[in-house]
Every structure is written in C-alpha cells, then in structure tokens.
C-alpha cells in the first residue's frame, strides 16, 4: 500500500482546512486508516483514525468536536476535515495504513506511512 497526503497550508485561526490521504495498492480499502502530526520539537502523536469500513472513527482528545475523518473507498482515499484551527495545530501531519481497527492509536503499529504535509495555524 502506497499513500499520499495533500491538502496542507497556511490558514488563520480559527480556519478549516481538508487533508487528503490517497492510496494505492491491493485491497487498500480494507486497511484502517489514521492521522498522525508532530510538531517541531515534539513527538508524533495520533490524531485520529477511521476503520476500513468506515463505520468506526476515533479522535485525540485534542482535537475532538473539531476535526473529523472519513473515506471514500470508491476512490482509496481518506479525508481529515479540520475545524476551527488553533495555532496549536501546526504540524506535520501524516496519514498511516494498516490492518488494523481504529482503536490503535501507537504510530508504531502502522506499517504504510504517506510523506508529511505541513499545516501551519497563524494567530
């Protein structure tokens, strides 16, 4: 499984921004897929993941009531739909695929990795 995520930028606080996370590769629609960000000076840390199936959905605490993710498997791709963006937000962020259910949120446990795309919140 191959993944590429899109959609990062340079928006205001308090803005919205979309994450895109396409894959590609055999039966990719069948893996979990989750959000993870680092931060300059931090460890990467999840942020939310979706189950295969789309059904089940977990969140950081951080970023609960704001941000949410969903799939479209007709086209292999995830989405991370961010809301009201904080300056805390500013990161890297990275979609990862697995095999997995939603509910495993170490970064550790994710084979497949897309390249980071950068999000910067401005106060």
């Known amino acids: 499984v191959q993944l590429q995520a899109s959609g990062g930028g340079l928006v205001q606080a308090g803005a919205s921004l979309t994450l895109s996370c396409a894959a590609s590769g055999r039966g990719s629609s069948r893996y979990a897929i989750a959000w993870f960000r680092q931060a300059p000076g931090k460890e990467r840390e999840f942020v939310a993941a979706?189950?295969?199936?789309?059904?089940?959905?977990n969140f950081a605490d951080s970023v609960k009531g704001r941000f949410s993710i969903f799939r479209d498997n007709a086209k292999n791709t995830g989405y991370l739909q961010m809301n009201s963006l904080k300056p805390e937000d500013t990161a890297v962020y990275y979609c990862a695929a697995e095999k997995t259910t939603a509910w495993v949120v170490l970064d550790n446990a994710y084979k497949y990795w897309g390249q980071g795309t950068l999000v910067t919140v401005s106060s």
């Open positions: 979706i189950s295969g199936t789309g059904v089940n959905r």
